[in-house]
């Protein structure tokens, strides 16, 4: 079992920058893929970004530039800075990771962006 926490979460205004954070916990050895996922009201849940054990990275396009996923293995956390923040980045965003062949959610974080 792996349990995440995401924090860091918040209102900022539009142009600013929030860095969400996500501490694993529990079987960490057995964690590949670590990643974010966001979903906002009336939309589907959908890629921000991917980074694997090897630290490659994968992003969706509109974050591409303005997002960036890093890991610190040492402490089992996954971070998102997110910069030039605009208001259809609000959501929900959520931490996954992978690990022998099941996928583990975090709760959530809720980013408000207002215009």
């Known amino acids: 079992q792996v349990q995440l926490v995401e924090s860091g979460g918040g209102l900022v205004q539009a142009g600013g920058s929030l860095r969400l954070s996500c501490a694993a916990s529990?079987?960490?050895?057995?964690?590949?893929?670590m990643g974010w996922y966001r979903q906002a009201p009336g939309k589907q849940r959908e890629l921000v970004a991917i980074?694997?054990?090897?630290?490659?990275?994968i992003y969706a396009g509109a974050m591409k530039g303005r997002f960036t996923i890093s890991r610190d293995n040492a402490k089992n956390t996954v971070y998102l800075q997110m910069n030039s923040l605009k208001p259809e980045d609000t959501a929900v965003y959520r931490c996954?990771?992978?690990?022998?062949?099941?996928?583990?959610w975090g709760q959530g974080t809720q980013v408000t962006v207002s215009s």
């Open positions: 529990g079987s960490i050895f057995s964690i590949n893929d």
């Open positions: 996954t990771a992978h690990a022998r062949e099941v996928d583990y």
């Open positions: 980074i694997t054990s090897g630290g490659g990275t």
